[in-house]
């Protein structure tokens, strides 16, 4: 299976253990991907300007059609965006002819049905657990994880069509192969805060940590992420605050591949998990 | 004497700009750090640098390599783009051998070459060589501008200077040159000072020039005469063969001789060679002189600033160098444009036309900035497109002068907090919602999209279909984990998203448009995805925030007034 891979603006400077672990994970399952050069998806603009933020995302989803490859994107916000520029691509024809006229500059058009595809949509639908779950090698029999949905993928449905909105299950599906033991907690569903930083940091930081305190109380003991954001806020943001005590230093937040990664035995360089601020402890 | 005089002004002019720029690096500042501290500290804690630097042979190492591989013959731009190492190598060694082997002959090539004369080859066939490889590195950057020109790189004037001076130094030597071999003046005064007044010798060795030399002269001696021309030949032995070779190796200005030689007669009187002299030594003092001042800079700028690179990242420096090594990467920066189209973000400037998106357009701006030459507008645009910046770090990557511009970017969005141009967040939380309100109503139907932009706009705010169905049930409130992270929702957000909705039912949408609720949203989409009536709140919570921006620009609103700029 061939994709062109995404990995945003974030993953190469802040977060190449992202990028690591999932290339390693994917190997395992005859996955190459197609690293061409592309450009930021468009959700950080997008509060200023929707039709900059449309652009951006329509030239990906521009170049997938032309590569004829469907895009995985390790990072939700990413994805939600080409999500959002698909939508209203096809039902804002107004929209459309304009950020057709500015394609054609680059000698690309759009064209509905470019699949866009989450590393989690990856992991269980296109690879299957059945063939994750022949690979682990080293089981997180029992852990108590807590799975950190992201917004952008889950919201709204209508538009990003990835999962039940209210009751999603793929997460707790994929971390289930490694024996781990996913927790109920309430705010699994809820924003980590990161759209904030530097915008509203008390405000992104108590949001931060509603959220660890959440996954606390319900005994997890390791916070899984499948997004660039919510890793960066929750493993970088949360150990840059000096002022600040450390927030549940016991609840470590590691990346889903490197989570996998580690359930199938691969190295911990490969993973990058050297790079994670605190790290995971083994299951008892 | 004139020329000397103008050669040691050209050098005290180039000397104390470099210095000033030398002394810039230690006293602007870019970024919140040596903030109180002098150009001794700053140059002191720098020397510092450099001596750790020194003695870790590592580094000295790594620096050494860097010298040989991305100054010596930039790898690293062959890397990215042949053409541009066509160009670069036939510009810089064509000019650096033409400084040291024709400029500064006299200290160079005589010292190694006894029997150096300009005249003589392979010097004139070198000379004529590397004129030749300027030129040709001159033309492929003409070129490559052309093509590259597009609506994301615009050429400055500055950025042609650089070659148009060159251009002008090459053609001058080459018409010089040429108007030397043709003048029969030139020939006139060398006969008489090396071989003496007797008037048979002259003829003779006239005519041996004339055939094979191909001076001009006003009465040209007879052609044919086999006798004339063999003791020509002898004399021209004798007298002139150890400082002269044949022009023909002259490959740029022989064949302009040719081209020049009927009206090299006429012309004589007025001694072109002589003001071709003047005016190719006056355009060299000139390029010295402007060295400082324009792109010939980075001749020393861009080796310091990648041999800097070399040991580390802006992040590995002490924190009181960091505002020294962005300032002199700022002086590296040759507006080659190579970081552009690679900037994640350089699409949107299609959308959003402001230049200042584009990272090779920013460093010119935030140099004025630094230098506090930035206008209170230029400051606005400046702000607006530094802060669309995602920080990819992909313009730090291919930079061919080893720039550290992702620091450059953030150090510098510091000091747009600072000094009152920060993002829109920043700005909107300058004034309450109240005030916003009444900045919108004020200047109501000011902001006009142009028709075509306006149609593609989704106009959710503006539509009441898109809200008209609210009833105002409070889900997307109870929801909405902002409001639950507030004690005080009314104190910390002004109003929660179903007042918002109301707002808009009532027609006040100006007085959503600063309200803290919208500008603290976190685009979870909680409230849109449990809305029992389907009303996008969230879409509609950042369609408001992009009409404020539109409506509050820095530039619209005098209100914003900037602490210390």
């Known amino acids: ?284 | 004497m004139f020329l000397n005089l103008c050669a040691y002004f050209a050098i005290t002019i180039c000397l104390v700009g470099v210095f000033h720029r030398g002394w810039r690096w230690f006293t602007l500042r870019i970024g919140p750090e040596a903030e109180g501290a002098g150009f001794l500290e700053r140059f002191k804690a720098a020397t510092m640098a450099f001596a750790v630097f020194v003695v870790n042979p590592r580094r000295l190492g790594s620096a050494l390599w860097t010298l040989l591989s991305e100054v010596l013959l930039y790898v690293h731009i062959l890397k990215q783009d042949p053409w541009r190492w066509i160009t670069h190598m036939a510009l810089f060694y064509g000019i650096l051998l033409l400084v040291a082997v024709h400029a500064l002959d006299k200290w160079v090539t005589a010292r190694i070459f006894s029997y150096y004369a300009s005249t003589l080859n392979p010097f004139l066939f070198l000379r004529n060589l590397l004129g030749v490889l300027v030129i040709l590195g001159v033309g492929m950057a003409m070129v490559r501008d052309r093509a590259d020109g597009g609506p994301r790189l615009k050429k400055r004037a500055s950025d042609r200077l650089a070659l148009v001076l060159l251009s002008f130094l090459i053609i001058s030597g080459v018409v010089l040159e040429a108007f030397q071999i043709v003048s029969p003046s030139i020939f006139t005064e060398m006969a008489r000072d090396y071989m003496g007044d007797d008037p048979h010798a002259t003829a003779a060795l006239r005519a041996f020039w004339a055939e094979d030399f191909g001076v001009a002269f006003e009465f040209p001696p007879p052609a044919g005469d086999s006798n004339l021309l063999a003791s020509g030949q002898k004399l021209h032995q004798d007298y002139c063969a150890s400082c002269h070779s044949k022009p023909q190796a002259a490959v740029l200005s022989y064949p302009l001789a040719l081209v020049l030689k009927p009206v090299a007669v006429p012309l004589d009187r007025l001694r072109p060679d002589l003001i071709f002299y003047y005016l190719h030594y006056l355009v060299a003092c000139g390029a010295l002189a402007l060295l400082p001042f324009s792109k010939f800079f980075h001749l020393l700028s861009a080796p310091l600033s990648l041999l800097i690179r070399s040991g580390g990242d802006a992040g590995t420096d002490l924190p009181i160098n960091r505002p020294a090594r962005r300032v002199l990467g700022l002086d590296a920066c040759t507006h080659c444009g190579a970081c552009t189209p690679h900037c994640a973000v350089s699409p949107i400037y299609r959308v959003i036309s402001n230049p200042l998106i584009l990272p090779s357009e920013k460093t010119g701006a935030l140099a004025a900035m630094a230098r506090g030459d930035m206008s209170e507008a230029g400051c606005a645009a400046f702000s607006e497109g530094s802060f669309v910046c995602t920080g990819c770090g992909r313009c730090t990557r291919f930079c061919s002068s080893g720039i550290d511009l992702q620091d450059l970017w953030q150090s510098s969005q510091i000091d747009l907090k600072r000094s009152g141009f920060g993002s829109a967040h920043d700005r909107i939380r300058t004034k309450t919602a109240a005030e916003w309100a009444q900045i919108a109503r004020a200047r109501d139907g000011e902001v006009k999209l142009p028709a075509a932009v306006d149609r593609a706009t989704i106009h959710l705010a503006d539509n009441p279909e898109s809200f008209s169905a609210c009833v105002q049930c409070t889900t997307c409130t109870n929801v909405c984990p902002v409001v639950a992270a507030s004690d005080d929702p009314k104190r910390d957000l002004d109003m929660t998203p179903q007042q918002v909705m109301n707002l808009l039912r009532l027609q006040l949408k100006e007085m959503a448009l600063g309200c803290r609720m919208v500008w603290d949203c976190v685009t979870c989409y909680k409230c849109q995805e449990h809305c029992p009536q389907g009303v996008r709140v969230a879409d509609i919570l950042y369609e408001l925030r992009n009409e404020a921006c539109r409506r509050f620009t820095i530039k619209s609103i005098r209100g914003v007034k900037p602490s210390n700029a």
């Open chain 1, 1 to 284: 299976m061939r994709y062109l891979y995404f990995p945003g603006c974030k993953i190469a400077g802040n977060l190449p253990q992202y990028d690591w672990a999932t290339r390693s994970v994917l190997g395992v399952f005859d996955i190459t991907l197609d690293s061409t050069e592309l450009n930021c998806c468009g959700y950080p603009v997008r509060d200023i300007d929707f039709t900059a933020a449309v652009f951006s995302a329509a030239r990906i989803l521009a170049i997938a059609a032309k590569k004829e490859l469907p895009i995985l994107c390790p990072c939700k916000c990413c994805f939600g965006s080409l999500k959002h520029a698909d939508y209203w691509l096809r039902h804002q024809p107004d929209l459309r002819h304009r950020i057709d006229t500015l394609l054609r500059e680059d000698d690309l058009s759009w064209e509905p049905g470019v699949p866009v595809r989450h590393l989690l949509t990856v992991l269980v639908e296109d690879v299957g657990l059945g063939r994750i779950r022949e690979k682990i090698r080293k089981p997180f029999t029992g852990l108590p994880v807590a799975v950190s949905y992201g917004c952008h993928a889950l919201r709204p449905a209508g538009v990003t069509r990835f999962d039940n909105p209210l009751a999603p299950t793929i997460f707790e599906k994929l971390v289930k192969t490694t024996g781990a033991d996913p927790v109920d907690w309430p705010l699994h569903l809820d924003c980590c805060g990161h759209p904030l930083w530097g915008k509203n940091d008390r405000l992104s930081l108590k949001l931060m940590e509603n959220k660890l305190s959440s996954a606390h109380m319900a005994g997890a003991r390791a916070l899984i992420t499948a997004c660039t954001y919510c890793q960066l806020q929750l493993d970088t943001v949360r150990n840059g605050q000096e002022t600040l005590p450390f927030l549940y230093p016991e609840l470590p937040a590691i990346l889903v591949t490197q989570f996998l990664g580690a359930a199938m035995g691969q190295s911990t360089g490969a993973l990058g998990l050297e790079r994670n601020h605190i790290a995971l402890k083994p299951a008892k």
